[in-house]
């Protein structure tokens, strides 16, 4: 009987040994993540790149070229950003409707893509500070004969699924037949096709629209909201954050970021203090 109690208390010593052993060995990552202490900024930098969640459906804040490549203001800032950091830019693209799971589940490390800034969002995520000012506008085709909103009472009217813009609209006292398309690009081309009578969008997307359309469209007068755009992070990854805001303050004052801007603006348009 003694001879099993003492086996018993043996292994039972041991079990304990080996415990403490493995606990003193574990990495000190793990440590770190069990104490809770922010390491958003250090697996970027031990990863060597940065992975962006775009809507690659967004011209010009990202979208999709001939070659398959996402593109666009916010690729270039990114890019630049991800340069003065001396790890790589990862675009890629997502579905808008699932942009929080995308970013919870560690698929992605941000998302950067034009998105409007909400009281939800703010709850949910960790933003950026703003960098840039939007407007929701309607856009028409040129031979429409509506000359404000109240005239597209009745109308087949195009707007981003998932999207701040469809609240918007949701809104609105009209009786409309709401279209929701996929995204910006989806929008314009059902817009040039003759499927819709009018779209819903960001400004900064319809003006260079605009811009590079073969047809001619207007914009209805009155502006349906007026938005900021930031970036958003995971909740508890303050450091990224921190470290992406801090870069892109200093692009802004040595001018990098208002060269970007230009390049598709035609002018500084962003609000980086």
């Not at 830019?89 to 409007?116: A, F, H, P, R, Y």
């Not at 809104?171 to 910006?184: M, R």
């Amino acid at each position: 009987m003694n001879f099993f109690i003492n086996k018993r208390k043996i292994l039972g010593v041991m079990a304990v040994a080996l415990v403490l052993f493995f606990t003193g060995c574990g990495s000190e990552e793990t440590k770190k993540i069990q104490t809770g202490e922010d390491l958003s900024l250090q697996k970027v930098m031990d990863a060597k790149k940065l992975v962006l969640g775009s809507d690659a459906g967004f011209p010009p804040m990202g979208f999709t070229d001939e070659n398959g490549e996402i593109i666009g203001f916010d690729v270039d800032v990114a890019k630049e950003v991800c340069k003065r950091m001396g790890i790589e830019l990862v675009t890629k693209d997502i579905d808008w409707g699932e942009k929080e799971e995308e970013l919870n589940s560690g698929k992605i490390d941000c998302i950067w893509s034009g998105m409007s800034v909400t009281p939800e969002r703010a709850k949910e995520m960790n933003l950026s500070e703003s960098y840039m000012r939007n407007e929701l506008i309607f856009v028409i085709p040129g031979d429409s004969e509506a000359k404000g909103t109240q005239d597209l009472e009745g109308k087949k009217v195009g707007v981003h699924a998932n999207s701040t813009s469809l609240e918007t609209l949701k809104q609105l006292d009209l009786k409309l037949e709401i279209v929701e398309c996929p995204g910006e690009t989806a929008l314009f081309n059902e817009l040039s096709a003759g499927n819709l009578d009018a779209v819903l969008v960001d400004s900064v997307g319809a003006y260079y629209f605009l811009a590079t359309a073969d047809k001619t469209y207007y914009v209805l007068p009155e502006s349906q909201k007026e938005e900021e755009y930031a970036i958003g992070f995971r909740k508890k990854d303050k450091k990224l954050r921190d470290t992406i805001q801090e870069h892109l303050g200093k692009m802004k004052e040595d001018g990098t970021l208002g060269e970007i801007s230009r390049k598709w603006f035609g002018s500084d348009i962003t609000i980086v203090r």
